[in-house]
Nanobody, 119 residues
């Protein structure tokens, strides 16, 4: 499974960006989709996730500003980011997972797309 992310870039504080990620490959199953981010010197952080069945979840720092949405038919996930702040600057990674049971989770990762929030 290959994940291709797009939509990163440079934006001023208060601006918006929309990240998209598309999966390709043959005969794969997905139970959920997510976006992570990583800043220099920091650990990778889960930003938002959405299971195929269930409700989305967000890290507290982005609640009310970011929105994750899935297009299950097209195996795509989007992250709408509004009111961006300099602390949102990071490389954002698309993630999709398949977990037939909790002990057998298979993660798929995109290469990452840079988001820079600066004036």
């Amino acid at each position: 499974v290959q994940l291709q992310a797009s939509g990163g870039g440079l934006v001023q504080p208060g601006g918006s960006l929309r990240l998209s990620c598309a999966a390709s490959g043959s005969r794969f199953r997905i139970n959920g989709m997510a976006w992570y981010r990583q800043s220099p010197g920091e650990q990778r952080e889960l930003v938002a996730s959405i299971p195929v069945v269930g409700r989305p979840d967000y890290v507290d720092s982005v609640k009310g500003r970011f929105s994750i949405a899935r297009d299950t038919a097209k195996t795509m996930v989007h992250l709408q980011m509004n009111d961006l702040k300099p602390e949102d600057t990071a490389v954002y990674y698309c993630n999709m997972w398949y977990a037939p049971d909790p002990a057998r989770r298979q993660d798929y990762w995109g290469r990452g797309t840079q988001v820079t929030v600066s004036s």
